[in-house]
């Protein structure tokens, strides 16, 4: 089970970070991705870590504005944004990835949160 916390509201330039904690299985053993909706879009991947955080991928959209973390001794997965944009305004989810990788396909994860929303004015 995931569940996010952390969205809100932000003007553009601030920064919010989203939290996922997990539980049920072997947190530290898998893969996280965060995903996002704007609305009236598609869903699309934002940023993945793998098993130990050694390893992390992040859409174009966000690099260098977004950071991905995890602290597996607490089940957590975080998602640290900085110098945010009208256009990152979206329901953020984090999921958990079938194996230990970090992909940023969504048919490779598995689990799902309830999604958190993150509104960003301008």
């Known amino acids: 089970q995931l569940q996010a916390s952390g969205g809100g509201l932000v003007q553009a330039g601030g920064s919010l970070r989203l939290s996922c904690a997990a539980s049920?299985?072997?947190?530290?053993?898998?893969?996280m991705g965060w995903f996002r909706q704007a609305p009236g879009k598609e869903r699309e991947f934002v940023a993945a870590?793998?098993?130990?955080?050694?390893?992390?991928v992040y859409a174009d959209s966000v690099k260098g504005r977004f950071t991905i973390s995890r602290d597996n001794a607490k089940s957590t997965v975080y998602l640290q944004m900085n110098k945010m944009k009208p256009e990152d305004t979206a329901v953020y989810y984090c999921a958990g990835h079938r194996t230990s990788w970090s992909t940023s396909s969504e048919y490779d994860y598995a689990y799902w949160g309830q999604g958190t929303l993150v509104t960003v004015s301008s």
């Open positions: 049920g299985r072997t947190f530290s053993s898998y893969g």
């Open positions: 870590l793998n098993w130990n955080g050694g390893s992390t």
